[in-house]
């Protein structure tokens, strides 16, 4: 199993930045990508960063940027200019591979997700 543990949610104005922060522990071999997504209330899920071990990356949102400190198993998501339609709650992902994470149809790890609020 995997653990996936997000932390650096919280509250900020809009126009404003955040960091979140994700560990990886545990069985993490087979680990080839990691990845951020949100969640709006009564939508599905979206993929906004994904990152492999190779440091290719994927991207949805141009105002974000993803890097993965791979000595500290853990993956970054630098969020700039955040608007209020931003608020949702946001998942660590990890996965065997890019693919993996962008076709979001399983095998894939969750964190227990971290709430980011922007407020106007």
């Known amino acids: 199993q995997v653990q996936l543990v997000e932390s650096g949610g919280g509250f900020v104005q809009a126009g404003g930045s955040l960091r979140l922060s994700c560990a990886a522990s545990?069985?993490?071999?087979?680990?080839?990508?990691m990845g951020w997504f949100r969640h709006f209330p009564g939508k599905q899920r979206e993929l906004l960063a994904a990152?492999?071990?190779?440091g290719r990356t994927h991207y949805t949102d141009s105002r974000f940027t993803i890097s993965w400190d791979n000595a500290k198993n853990t993956v970054y998501l630098q969020m700039n200019s955040l608007k209020p339609e931003d608020t949702a709650i946001y998942y660590c992902?990890?996965?065997?591979?890019?693919?993996?994470?962008?076709?979001?149809?399983?095998?894939?790890?969750w964190g227990q997700g971290t709430q980011v609020t922007v407020s106007s």
């Open positions: 992902a990890a996965g065997g591979s890019l693919f993996i994470l962008t076709a979001d149809l399983g095998g894939i790890y």
């Open positions: 545990g069985n993490i071999v087979g680990i080839s990508a």
């Open positions: 990152i492999n071990d190779d």
